[in-house]
């Protein structure tokens, strides 16, 4: 079974529009994070969550909310987003989020569209 | 400054040769960990091959092999052997565990082509 699965893998949606990504993790990892990434733009860690909390919050805009509910399971909440949103994001899961050796293995990631 | 640098937008290399990616990165951290992962046309990222800084040799993982100089601040990605299936973006990347927390900070990256 894939290791990281996200969904939806397409998501189009108005700048009304409240929709949300869902990722899963089915290796037994305790770290989760969500990325975007833009074109010719290097990708940008947006949160983190180690054990269910909270870890890391990059200055993201309050219309990106994010949520975790157990080790296994991450949503991006999405609202009032702007064009300049539109992009692919990602996530990722680890071991734990400490240390040097800590590399992050990916979801295929969602491919969102505003307009 | 940018933490990570990739100075090769693209790189082109004939199936079978080998091909070496540059990155450079900056840190006053003595515990660092680098890493490598390639992004394929589908989107998803797969990690490579890792580095620790206090690392005495230099990692390898089947053709891929990690330069790692140290005093230079390098840590260049070489693909033995290339495959048509090796085409994709390649990112460098960072953690400091000590200073940056849960950061994985990343490159631009390099688009790598291999042809027949």
């Known amino acids: 079974e894939t290791g990281v699965t996200q969904t939806p893998r397409h998501l189009v949606m108005g700048m009304t529009n409240k929709k949300s990504l869902k990722c899963e993790q089915h290796l037994g990892h305790n770290a989760m994070y969500w990325y975007k990434q833009s074109a010719k733009k290097p990708l940008e860690l947006m949160f983190v969550?180690?054990?269910?909390?909270?870890?890391e919050n990059n200055s993201v805009p309050s219309r990106f909310s994010p949520e975790c509910p157990n080790s296994s399971h991450l949503f991006l909440h999405l609202h009032t987003l702007q064009p300049e949103d539109s992009a692919l994001y990602l996530c990722?899961?680890?071991?734990?989020?400490?240390?040097?050796?800590?590399?992050?293995?990916f979801g295929p990631g969602t491919r969102l569209t505003v307009l | 400054a940018q933490k990570i640098t990739q100075t090769q937008p693209g790189m082109f290399v004939q199936e079978k040769e080998a091909v070496t990616l540059d990155c450079t990165y900056d840190?006053?951290?003595?515990?660092?960990?680098l890493f490598w992962y390639k992004q394929p046309s589908s989107g998803e990222m797969i990690f490579l091959i890792y580095?620790?800084?206090?690392?005495?040799q230099n990692a390898t993982e089947g053709r891929y092999s990690l330069n790692f100089q140290k005093a230079r601040k390098s840590a260049n990605l070489v693909i033995s052997a290339s495959q048509l299936g090796d085409s994709a973006m390649y990112f460098c990347a960072m953690r400091e565990p000590n200073t940056g927390g849960f950061k994985t900070i990343f490159g631009a990256g390099t688009r790598l082509f291999v042809k027949a």
């Open positions: 969550y180690s054990l269910e909390e909270r870890v």
């Open positions: 990722a899961s680890s071991h734990d989020g400490t240390g040097q050796h800590n590399e992050q293995f």
């Open positions: 840190t006053s951290d003595p515990s660092y960990g």
């Open positions: 580095q620790g800084s206090y690392d005495q």
